[in-house]
């Protein structure tokens, strides 16, 4: 038995899943976890080119070493998220069990740092929206500098309990719930959490994650799909809550194509034999995950979406934002406290409803203010994929761009005065305005890199 894994859980996993337990425990005690990064399909880099693919991710990469992503513009600029491979199946949970070209609204509900929300957003139509929420205050700002540097307008985020998501009626065409779990799953990746696991810890989290799918289950219309998923090897978190949600509700499992060679175990839950996929790191590149789909057969009280009403805008003002925008008459302007958002006209009456039952924290892309004659942009326009082309760009050398990460002083040589985009590779960091005498650097206080060991 191992030294370090919860004798119980290794128990558990004999009995119930008849799991190679010296193979198992091998792996943990002895290999290191797996670096694995997704690339942006919106921000094209050759950056990953020779590295090994995600087989169930068209755009996952494992890498040989793990590098320093802090000190890699390309990170900051999001042209690829660093995320672990085995949640990245949930593409293939996605292509099989909803109409990836269909225009659907898309839930993430337990959203925090956005790993399966950029994800998501690398995946559906443009016409599609998809509401990232998470329920810890603290996770919301780094869920949102993630999705903003996806560049997507299409994003919304909000900041809500499961429960208040009954006001929606049955709104989602597809909810993703990643609960809240004991984390047996990530013990390789994160050893410190070994002394958190009990028994008794599983069986609360599982009591949490009935709860929480309760809250949500109404916000999902008829037909629509419910993936469900976890970083723990517990049954009574996966299998039993498999069960459970049948029990409870009129669910059809669904059961998703997998390769042979990629070592995913297929299991079925004892009561109502639903489908459910084990990712096992002595089986699989990737550490312990579970995922299940549902489609929901109950009738569901459909949303009720007025109307959305009329935009009244400021012309003079709504020509100014326009010359930053890149195929502006595609995109509404929201203005709300003096600041101009741009997003998807189809989904003006979705904000508005939106805004009227949940707390929104991120919607679309912040365009920035207009001051006088000029717009003081924000720094979502410069990382999203809506600025001008237009707009000037000044090229910064690695070297430049972690001074620009730092907000240190920076000096460029350039006879262009104004607001600028600061760029690595063509990608943008974010806004400067160059002076006569000086560069005002704008990349935001809140993300800029602290380590002064970063060079």
Same mark, same amino acid.
Not at 58 to 69: A, H, I, V
Not at 248 to 272: M, Y
Not at 421 to 437: Q, S, T, V
């Given at each position: ?55 169930? !991710? ?20 999001? &042209? ?14 996605? #292509? ?13 509900? &337990? ?32 869920? &949102? ?21 009954? @006001? ?12 809240? &779990? ?5 013990? @390789? ?18 009591? @949490? ?21 976890? !970083? ?13 949600? !049948? ?49 929901? #057969? ?23 934002? #326009? ?99 600061? !760029? ?20 935001? #206080? ?10």
């Amino acid at each position: 038995m191992s030294s370090k894994l919860p004798p119980a859980l290794i128990r558990s996993l004999i009995v119930n899943h008849h799991i190679e337990d010296e193979l198992f425990i091998k792996t943990h005690d002895s290999s290191e976890p797996l670096t694995s990064v997704r690339l942006n399909p919106f921000k094209p880099t050759g950056l990953f080119n020779d590295a090994e693919p995600v087989t169930w !991710c068209k755009t996952g990469r494992y890498l040989k070493e793990r590098p320093s992503f802090t000190a890699d513009p390309l990170f900051h600029a999001g &042209c690829y998220y660093v995320q672990e491979a085995s949640s990245m199946f949930l593409e293939q949970v996605l #292509k099989y069990s909803t109409d990836l070209s269909e225009n659907q609204r898309v839930l993430d509900l &337990c959203a925090a740092p956005g790993g399966k929300s950029t994800l998501i957003s690398s995946l559906i139509t443009k016409e599609s929206l998809l509401l990232a929420n998470e329920i810890i205050k603290t996770r919301v700002p780094v869920l &949102c500098d993630n999705l903003n540097k996806w560049g997507m307008e299409n994003t919304f985020v909000s900041n809500n309990d499961p429960k208040d998501f009954k @006001r929606l009626g049955g709104y989602f065409d597809t909810i993703v719930v990643d609960a809240p &779990c004991s984390g047996s799953g990530m013990f @390789r990746k994160d050893p410190d959490a070994i002394s958190e696991w009990s028994e008794s810890a599983v069986q609360l989290c599982s009591h @949490r994650q009935q709860r929480i799918l309760a809250d949500i289950y109404p916000a999902l219309k008829e037909n629509g799909t419910l993936i469900y998923s976890t !970083c723990s090897y517990s049954k009574e978190e996966n299998e039993e809550i498999s069960d459970w949600l !049948c029990n409870n509700f009129n669910l059809e499992s669904l059961r998703i194509p997998i390769e042979a060679e990629w070592g995913i175990v297929e299991t079925q839950s004892d009561k109502h034999k639903c489908y459910g996929y084990r990712f096992y790191p002595h089986k699989v590149k990737g550490e312990g995950f579970f995922i299940a789909a549902f489609r929901k #057969k109950d009738i569901a009280v459909s949303a009720q979406i007025k109307r959305a009403k009329e935009n009244k805008g400021n012309k003079k003002n709504d020509d100014i934002i #326009k010359r930053w925008l890149n195929n502006s008459s595609e995109l509404s302007m929201i203005n709300h406290l003096d600041e101009y958002y741009a997003l998807n006209p189809a989904h003006e009456a979705d904000l508005q409803f939106l805004q009227s039952k949940l707390y929104l924290k991120k919607s679309g892309v912040r365009i920035g203010k207009v001051m006088g004659k000029d717009v003081v942009p924000n720094h979502e326009l410069a990382v999203s994929l809506i600025y001008h082309k237009d707009i000037p760009q000044i090229s910064l050398s690695r070297e430049e761009s972690i001074s620009y990460l730092k907000r240190d002083e920076l000096k460029i040589e350039s006879e262009h005065r104004g607001w600028a985009l600061m !760029c690595y590779e063509g990608h943008p960091l974010g806004w400067a305005k160059i002076l006569n005498n000086r560069l005002n650097n704008y990349f935001p #206080k809140e993300i800029r890199i602290t380590n002064p060991n970063v060079v």
